[in-house]
């Protein structure tokens, strides 16, 4: 089991280590104000001669770039790692590396800019992070500055719980945020190395490797002793920036060096990338796992310290500010009242918290506990929650970064934030914009429609279809309009970036990555099902592709020609039916071809049914294919078509298919159409509905006949005649055995329907139609109970002599 204790001369030991002649190391936590002044305060003192940072090598290149003075913070850098051959395991690994103003790595290389001194990054490559690890660590949107160890400390926790902080957080405010008195170096770093110690002591060597931390600390011990190497006589020392976690290691392995970890990777599509960032994604609370809680409040104390202010003095003011800004979101965005005398008791109340807690300045928990208790009119968690969310967004902050010129911003990010906004779409908003597209009337709106797609395959994160039109899967197509919701965010810059190898604008990238979908298909000569191939044909003409669809068109006409399943070939042909008709929203004109694939896929369809006999395929699955043929036929897309053969199919079913579900639905479909006479229909009701018919198929009949022509019910038919006469017939176990069943053949029916048909079974039993109550609160368990207990009644009745008592 680890040890996390350690005496106070044993910390101050380690603390002693991190500072030599030749070598200043110091632990900071990312995005610390703190640790961000403990940085200057090293770089005064020691002047070094070079400056090494905790971050992937590679990110040395940018140093330039984030020294911009028109650089605007916050920003990240998006790194990747994607093999070129694909195969298991190997999916590749991404991260983000973010900066703002008062991130210690970021001070550290302005400061070492500024003095002409070199600035280099000296970590693993996020592949190379990735393969250290013994477990997924680094996801796709995820960060290369992991601080969970912090956290997740049980002797943090603990020391938490004695000083009265409310979390780990609360805890690092007040030992090393609160602080009042100007930064002392030597007592910064002997609290940096007490605070990793302890949570470092909480991890064992397996945990260490799980993570790929003791590797990642190897690499950054190589880079550090190739600096000390490369110092003239005379230099200042090299300055280290380190997480903490990793600083109080790397004395120990500098004094007896570890080989330097090697990889076999293979070849890979590597990369980074200097994008836009935002406080909100800062922010730890919305799962940051190195994020400090509430950035924004921590830049406005930043802010005030930089303009001179004593640091009680920068935290009381950056409180009041907070007040003010809640105050005027709650009044102006919200139109709730805030009196000024509970502004001013929020502020009085803040002091004496801080007082009462022995605080050395305000801490964000004492301003929360103030607002609550002054701006709150009832429950906290009731009338409270929306003056808790707005302070929580005032806390975190709304800013975002601007990425300096020259940047060498990705083609592929730059061409898509042109398009966006050339479209009239919002890419510097907060927070999500909603948007509704007019995709019939409006050809601007196709446009949109089709980039907003192309952004989906792609799989960037940037916009929801929340409802309108899905040609590819056949679903809300009587709604005229497409709904969005959209946000641009560092994750949908990071991601372009590493898409940009496929191509350098987003219709590039686009058609490459649909040409990799077609590739997929037809994979080493395989021919795909009809319903893939419509699929992605519906795909292309949705994304805009018309012109480069051909092959997808061979592609579906090969594949219906190999279809062996009926269900399937319909789906398909009502696919390509949907898509010859919608010609204004997909362009659908443009491919010439949709008609004779129409032809060939309702061909194909009535060739396969034809074979139908049995369980060849779900018996639901085939009433309803048939439903969808009759729809076609009655489409516009179906008008050339001979509707002759597919009567005769229908007609062959009905007479001659094992299920009843089947022989129904082909019943109900010739009935509706006219071409079943009454006489007849009733016929074949009262033939499935016969005593000699086992009660399931019976039903199954009615599901069917339901499922296709409803009307007959309440029709000349004879279907409730002749089936009113078969319930009363039955005993109450063979009833009750029909029932699921019966169950869902009148489920379709509408109130309406329902009520005829009660009608109905009224007048024949000489009653008028019952005023029955609807009782909605009773479920199926409950009834089956019930009819349990009545049938053991019956039983009673019957052995005491009583049964002319019963009804059946």
Not at 186 to 200: K, P, S
Not at 233 to 247: I, K, N, Q, R
Not at 628 to 646: I, K, N, T, V, W
Not at 761 to 766: I, Q, R, T
Request: charged share 25%; net charge negative.
């Amino acid at each position: 089991m680890p040890q996390p204790l350690f005496s106070s001369t044993e910390v101050r030991a380690v603390a002693a280590r991190l500072v030599t002649d030749e070598l200043v190391i110091v632990p900071v936590r990312h995005h610390s104000p703190a640790c961000a002044a403990a940085v200057e305060a090293a770089f005064a003192r020691h002047q070094p001669s070079r400056v090494l940072i905790e971050g992937p090598r590679s990110f040395t290149d940018l140093v330039p770039l984030l020294c911009h003075p028109d650089a605007r913070y916050p920003l990240a850098v998006y790194t990747w790692s994607r093999p070129t051959r694909r195969s298991a395991g190997s999916a590749g690994a991404g991260g983000y590396y973010p900066f703002c103003d008062y991130s210690p790595e970021l001070v550290a290389a302005q400061l070492g800019h500024q003095a002409g001194i070199p600035v280099g990054f000296c970590d693993l490559e996020v592949g190379e992070q990735a393969a250290a690890a013994s477990e997924t660590v680094l996801p796709g949107s995820g960060s290369l500055q992991r601080e969970d160890v912090y956290e997740h400390s049980r002797t943090l926790t603990a020391l938490a719980s004695r000083l009265g902080c409310r979390d780990h957080e609360d805890l690092w405010e007040l030992l090393f945020e609160a602080d009042l008195a100007p930064v002392d170096l030597d007592e910064h770093l002997a609290r940096m190395a007490a605070y990793c110690l302890l949570a470092r002591g909480d991890q064992t060597t397996a945990d260490l490797d799980r993570e790929g931390t003791r590797q990642r600390e190897s690499e950054m011990a190589w880079h550090a002793a190739r600096a000390l190497a490369a110092r003239r006589p005379g230099d200042g020392p090299v300055l280290m920036v380190l997480g903490g976690f990793h600083a109080v290691a790397l004395p120990d392995l500098l004094a007896d060096p570890p080989d330097r970890p090697t990889f076999e990777l293979g070849p890979a599509d590597e990369g980074a990338a200097l994008v836009r960032y935002g406080f909100d994604r800062l922010e730890r609370l919305n799962g940051y796992a190195s994020g400090m809680t509430s950035p924004g409040w921590h830049q406005r104390i930043w802010e005030e310290r930089r303009h001179g202010n004593p640091p009680d003095q920068a935290r009381r003011a950056a409180a009041l500010t907070v007040l003010l800004d809640v105050a005027e979101l709650l009044r102006g965005r919200h139109h709730t009242p805030v009196p000024t005398p509970s502004l001013a008791a929020a502020q009085h109340q803040l002091g004496l918290l801080t007082e009462l807690r022995d605080h050395p300045a305000p801490l964000r928990s004492d301003l929360l506990d103030a607002v609550t208790s002054c701006l709150v009119q009832g429950e906290a968690d009731v009338e409270g929650r929306l003056v808790r969310r707005v302070t929580g967004q005032v806390l975190t902050g709304h800013q975002v970064g601007v990425v300096p010129p020259g940047a060498g911003t990705p083609a592929l990010v730059r061409d898509t934030l042109d398009r966006l906004r050339a479209l009239r779409l919002d890419t510097d908003a907060a927070e999500p914009r909603n948007l509704a597209l007019d995709l019939y009337r409006n050809p601007a709106h196709r446009r949109t429609s089709r980039a907003l797609h192309g952004l989906r395959l792609l799989g960037v994160p940037f916009a929801d279809h929340v409802a309108g039109p899905d040609f590819v899967r056949g679903r809300g197509l009587a709604r005229l309009q497409e709904r969005w919701s959209y946000l641009w965010s560092p994750v949908t810059e990071g991601v372009l970036a590493e898409l940009s190898l496929l191509g350098a604008t987003l219709p590039e990238a686009v058609e490459t990555r649909y040409g990799h979908l077609l590739e997929e298909a037809t994979a080493e000569g395989r021919v795909p099902g009809s319903i893939e191939a419509t699929s992605l044909l519906a795909q292309g003409a949705v994304l805009g592709l018309h012109d480069e669809l051909g092959p997808v068109v061979t592609l579906n006409r090969d594949a219906l020609a190999a279809e062996t399943s009926f269900v399937a070939a319909v789906i398909a042909t009502a696919t390509l039916a949907l898509l010859e008709e919608g010609r204004e929203p997909l362009e659908a004109t443009r491919l010439t071809t949709l008609p004779d694939l129409v032809a060939a896929g309702f061909s194909r369809a009535l060739y396969l049914a034809a074979d139908l006999q049995g369980d060849e395929q779900p018996a639901d699955d085939v009433a309803h294919a048939l439903t969808r043929l009759r729809e076609l036929l009655a489409s516009p897309a179906g008008q050339a078509l001979d509707p002759d053969p597919f009567w005769a199919v229908v007609d062959h079913l009905r007479r001659h298919h094992d299920r009843t579900l089947v022989r129904g639905a082909a019943a109900g479909l010739a009935s509706t159409a006219g071409r079943l006479q009454l006489a007849d229909l009733a016929r074949d009701v009262a033939g499935h509905l016969a005593s000699s018919m086992p009660p399931g198929e019976a039903a199954g009949f009615v599901r069917g006949l339901f499922a296709t022509a409803r009307e007959t019910v309440w029709q000349e038919s004879g279907l409730v005649e002749e089936l009113d006469g078969r319930l009363a017939d039955w005993e109450q176990a063979t009833f009750l055995a029909a029932l699921p069943d019966l169950r869902l053949a009148f489920a379709d029916l509408t109130p309406r329907e329902t009520d005829r048909v009660a009608e109905l079974v009224a007048a024949l039993h000489g009653g008028e139609k019952p005023d029955v109550s609807v009782r909605r609160d009773i479920d199926a368990a409950t009834i089956e109970a019930h009819a349990a207990v009545s049938e053991l009644v019956v039983e009673a009745l019957e052995r005491d002599g009583l049964a002319g008592w019963v009804t059946r």
